[in-house]
């Protein structure tokens, strides 16, 4: 059975957005540190979207033709590319990425299903759609890409009014600057219901 990573960009003080809804302040200037994490993220074959995180990667389906790209840049735009894309929207149209599909509603069961029938991890990403499924108690593993600012406030990494007991499994530092934090759900057997 795969594993649901729930997987973000966030402050040192756990914040995946500041309040102004901004995320700039996450963008590398250690080139090792940049080339690090598109490597990390690429791994995932199937990716959840909410509709706004949707619509800040989708960059990658056309980045190729954007020129003056540095290799590690087009290798990621590659893979993010052929991964199976699911999209969270009530409102989006039609997707505007190869390898999508768009789905109205969150379906907590569905997703166990696709967990079970899944060869590979897959990751959630955007902090809304993954505070449903952490609710759901559908994700395994928390993969924190931490960058050396404090925001301040704006949009939280972990939702607010869910306790889980958590277990670091690794940690790596990548460049001058970028941490990553692997943090595994402890008990999981324990939780067979939701956390609602």
């Known amino acids: 059975m795969a594993k649901l990573i729930y ?3 966030a402050s040192v003080d756990g ?5 102004q809804g901004r995320f700039d302040w ?3 200037e250690d080139p090792e540190a940049h080339f690090q994490v ?5 791994y995932f074959r199937t990716c959840l979207y909410g509709r706004k995180m949707y619509e800040k990667m989708v960059y990658w389906e056309t980045a190729p033709t954007a020129g003056n790209q540095p290799q590690f ?10 991964a199976e894309k699911i999209v969270y929207s009530r409102t989006l149209a039609e997707p505007r990425s190869a390898w999508t599909r768009i789905e109205r509603e969150f379906d907590p069961d569905a997703v166990r299903r696709l967990k079970t029938e899944a060869q590979h ?4 990403n955007g902090p809304e759609l993954a505070a449903q499924a952490v609710r759901a ?3 395994d593993e928390f993969q ?4 050396p600012v404090i925001v301040g406030g704006g949009k939280r990494f972990f939702p607010e009014g869910v306790r889980l007991d958590l277990e670091l499994i690794d940690e790596q530092r990548f460049g001058k600057s970028v941490i990553v934090l692997r943090y595994a759900v402890a008990n999981r057997s324990k939780l067979e219901e939701p956390l609602i």
């Open 38 to 42: 598109c490597e990390f993220v690429s």
């Open 26 to 28: 996450r963008a590398p």
């Open 73 to 82: 840049l087009l290798d990621f735009a590659k893979r993010w590319q052929a």
């Open 137 to 139: 108690g559908l994700v």
């Open 15 to 19: 914040y995946t957005e500041d309040g």
């Open 7 to 9: 997987l973000m960009n």
């Open 144 to 147: 924190m890409i931490v960058w």
């Open 121 to 124: 991890d897959m990751s959630v």
